[in-house]
Every structure is written in C-alpha cells, then in structure tokens.
C-alpha cells in the first residue's frame, strides 16, 4: 500500500461488487480513508474483507443504504456528514438497469430514483463536507447509454411508456446535465464535479433486467473491461493532480471527451435541476 492519498476520506456508493468495489479497492491502496456504501451488510462485508485480503491495512468502512429510497439517502447523508466532516471525494458510482417497469414505495422508477435522484439529493447534503475540503471532488458515473435518452419533465420518474433502456438511458443523460449544472454552480469554490463513462465492464451489471438485456450483457463479456479496467477513469478522476482545476467536464478512458449535444444545454440543467429538488424535497 502507498500513502499517496493518507489523510484523505473518500465516499464510493455502489461499492459492494464491480466498479465500485475496485474503486474502493485503488482509493484504499494509495492509502486513503474509504467510506464504502452498500445496500446489503453481507455484500458489503465481504467486499471489505476481499479487499483488506489484497490491500493489508486498508482504512474501510461500512455504511448501508438502499439509494433507491429518498429517506435512506437522507440517513445515510446524516451519518456520513457526522462521521466524516471533510470528504475530500464523493464518488456516485452505485447504478442499475432495470428490467420490468418498478417504483419504490416513494412512488418513482427505480432506476430514476437510484441513477439520478440519489446522487442529486446525497450530493447536495454532503455538500458542507465536500466543500471543508481543501480541493474536494464529485464524479458521477454515467454512460454513453445517455446518448440515446431525454428528459421528458412531464413523467419523469414514473413513464407511462416504460423501456428498461430507455428508462436507463434517460438517468444517464440525468447525471450529465447534474453534473453541468453543479459546476456552473459551484464556479467559484475549490470543488470540482465531473462525470465519466466507465466503458463496458464485465460485472453483475443488468443481472436484475430482462431476459434479452442479461442475455447481451453475458454474451458480450468476453469483450469487454475488467472491473478494475472500469474503475480507471473514476480513480484518475479522484486521485491525479492534472485534473484538480478541471470541473464540468465529461471523461472517457481518462480524456475529456464531448457528450451529446443536448446534454450541453443549460436551460434544460437547470429546469432539471428544479424538477429533483422537487421530486426529492430537497431545499439549498
């Protein structure tokens, strides 16, 4: 294990399997301290022990949350927020493809509510310890999926014409604009927010959507990333020094790349914006 980051507290959700947990992995090898956010004790222990196996000494912990729920978010942020009163990066990497059409109890798609609304809603309560950080950092992880989305604000969040990719796609393109907005936001602060495709990994990824999309995803594992390989981009993002003035932007294979043009439009950001607070009550 190195020191490079010793001293530096990091957030990863999603962090129990794939991209998260071997961003986990890389953040706690060059020493950093790693809040590990998993919705399920055992996976998430057994995530800390594989990687304490690997990486002796390791600094993790556990904190648990289903993001798919605006209360738990809410939790979470508190617990968080207490613990660590500087996080110097949050990394909004837990996500999911949904199979049939789901709302949570709080009445939202569940891939709208766990893709977009919890990485808005925790992001904006973290944001008194990310910015007690002397150069903290936000990445969303997104998807080049987001290409093929939109934001319909009339059903946002509860389609009446449901698609698992279309419902992903949509999320995707979410973050982007969250992503954009935030930075416009927060221009003149030490913080920097970007967001990232991870390329196609080889994961559990999609094994809760439909029969033809788990089908793709396991006849195409032979080409695609390692977990370790995805999390490049997002360890790059949280670690290297070239990128800490670098806020706003959208990254693939470590370079900044142009997302889809819509995603460049600020009028929509920003309607966005004021539709999460909304959905998610959250009030600045």
């Not at 950001?269 to 909304?278: M, N, T």
Request: hydrophobic share 40%; proline share 3%.
């Amino acid at each position: 294990m190195n020191r490079q980051l010793a001293g530096k507290v990091m957030v990863v959700t999603g962090a129990s399997a794939g991209i998260g947990k071997a961003t986990a992995e890389a953040l706690a090898y060059a020493g950093a301290t790693v809040a590990m956010v998993c919705r399920s004790r055992e996976r998430g222990q057994k995530a800390m022990q594989d990687i304490q196996k690997k990486v002796p000494g390791a600094d993790l912990h556990l904190h648990l949350a289903d993001l798919s729920l605006m209360g738990n978010v809410r939790e979470l942020a508190q617990e968080l927020s207490s613990t660590y009163p500087v996080i110097d990066v949050l990394v909004n990497n837990a996500g999911m493809m949904p199979g049939l059409q789901q709302l949570t109890v709080e009445g939202w798609e569940v891939s709208w509510a766990t893709n977009h609304l919890a990485p808005f809603l925790l992001t904006n309560l973290l944001m008194d310890s990310l910015l007690a950080a002397p150069q903290g950092r936000i990445i969303n992880v997104t998807s080049e999926a987001h290409r093929l989305g939109q934001i319909d604000f009339e059903h946002a969040g509860m389609a009446k014409k449901y698609s698992a990719v279309t419902a992903y796609a949509d999320s995707k393109l979410a973050n982007i604009y969250f992503t954009y907005e935030l930075a416009r936001r927060t221009e003149f602060t030490p913080l920097t927010v970007n967001c990232l495709h991870p390329g196609v990994v080889a994961t559990n990824f999609g094994k809760t959507s439909n029969f033809f999309i788990r089908t793709t995803m396991m006849l195409g594992r032979l080409f695609m990333k390692s977990a370790a390989g995805g999390a490049q981009t997002s360890v790059y993002l949280a670690t290297s020094p070239e990128v800490e003035q670098i806020s706003g932007k959208y990254f693939k294979d470590k370079k900044q790349k142009r997302s889809a043009n819509d995603s460049y439009n600020s009028h929509i950001a920003r309607r966005l914006w004021d539709l999460s607070a909304e959905q998610t009550q959250f009030t600045s």
